[in-house]
């Protein structure tokens, strides 16, 4: 913060006329510090395989991280001097941007999802929730033999269906509307209220056990989808931190070898 507000008041007091800008010596100073910051920053990856504590223990390293990367939106958008085009400076700058902005994205993941994932295992381990479907699965298949073709193909489609399967938009939404289960539990309260005979007994025990696991897969998806979201903006802040480096490199060149 004391960068920032540093950095924010020489570009108010300084008289550089046009304005203060990239090719200036106040440009130089801040793309300098703004250079050596992303590289620091990106040292966290390298960081996090040493684990010590004290001063510059992994949480102070990370707190660090956090502030510095901040500072970057000032120092950058001073170092621009909010002069912006189609070329490979202002695309550093959007891509710096990118990484900050899923950076934020990730420190309010880490703020706000661990105690939600807790709260839905309900002191259950991915594999025991997995383990439930199973054992409903065993009971449904033997539950639904005395079903008519029909209604049994029905509810053991359901008992082939991947819990992980459906692609990244049903794991991030946690719904699948083209889920087996769903179908064979529709289909089977249905009939389960038109039944009244020697067979309502069959259909009220696959109702029951359908429930059951619609339940337990409710569960594991919710843990999938805050497992993705937790994980998710990793997949963009670090390939897109690689090819900011790369963007900061032709920067660098482009200036003062072109310039």
Known sequence: MILSATALL???????????????????????????????????G??????????????????????????????????????????????????????ILSGIWGVSAYA??????????????????????????????DAAQPLDADMSRLVLASLEQDPFGGGLLVRLSGRDRRCATQRAYRAVRQLSSEQA????????RVDELLDRKKAALGQLRRHLRLKALLELWLYVHVPVTFILIAALTAHVVSVFFYW
């Open 10 to 44: 020489t570009y108010m007091l300084i008289d550089i006329r046009p304005r203060p800008n990239g090719g200036s010596w106040y440009g130089y100073t801040l793309g300098t510090i703004g250079l050596v910051q992303i590289l620091w920053l990106t040292m966290l």
């Open 112 to 141: 706000t999802i661990p105690s939600s994932l807790s709260s839905n295992r309900q002191s259950m381990t991915e594999g025991q929730m997995l383990e439930s479907i199973r054992s409903v699965d065993r009971q449904l298949h």
């Open 197 to 204: 005979d020697g067979s309502a007994t069959v259909i009220k």
């Open 46 to 99: 390298v960081r996090k395989r040493a684990m010590t504590s004290g001063r510059w223990s992994l949480k102070a390293w990370t707190s660090a991280h956090v502030y510095l990367g901040l500072s970057l939106i000032v120092i950058a958008t001073l170092h621009t001097g909010f002069q912006f085009g189609w070329n490979v400076h202002t695309l550093a700058y959007a891509l710096m941007m990118v990484v």
